[in-house]
């Protein structure tokens, strides 16, 4: 696979999945509310789906190793795998309750990142469960934090009875 294609989907699927599980973990620790997971999923996947895009097409830009063609490719591969990352998880949510669909969610994005890893770590020849377990630990660690952010929130701004 192409460099600019790995980088440009090494960052979206990346951030696609651990942005994503640390917004659902969070709002859903927050207010239990499918119809704020599901917009914050949504909004996620676009505002963050063009953020990364533009911050891989400026840091490719940047770097001033990549031609013309080769920084849209990563601009586009970055965007389109933040987007189908972000928006599969989704399925999930829509599709059961949130308390069911939150740890589903969780394990769909630890195979996500596990997938990649794998990938990446093999064609460095590096050990790819040593990578594959380092990426998972981050991961679970955005989502411990994520919800004991989401849970702080309720407490301080949630609602409570005169």
């Known amino acids: 696979m192409r460099s600019t294609y790995l980088r440009g989907m090494g960052l979206g699927l990346t951030t696609g999945v651990i942005t994503t599980l640390g917004v659902m973990v969070g709002l859903y620790s927050g207010t ?13 996947a676009v505002a963050d789906g063009l953020s990364d895009a533009i911050g891989m097409h400026i840091s490719e830009e940047a ?7 080769q920084i849209w490719e990563a601009t586009f591969f970055a965007f389109f795998s933040k987007v189908a990352a972000t928006l599969s998880f989704l399925i ?5 309750e949130l308390r069911e669909a939150v740890p589903i969610s969780i394990v769909w994005g630890l195979i996500l990142i596990s997938l990649f890893s794998y990938y990446i770590a093999k064609n460095e020849g590096e050990n790819p469960y040593k990578v594959m377990l380092e990426h998972a630990l981050l991961t679970v660690g955005v989502v411990a934090a994520s919800h004991y952010i989401g849970v702080l929130v309720h407490e301080v701004f949630g ?4």
């Open 32 to 44: 239990h509310s499918k119809l704020a997971v599901v917009g914050g999923v949504i909004a996620l």
């Open 63 to 69: 770097a001033r190793t990549s031609t013309k063609r």
């Open 159 to 162: 609602e409570h009875p005169i």
């Open 92 to 96: 999930p949510i829509i599709l059961l």
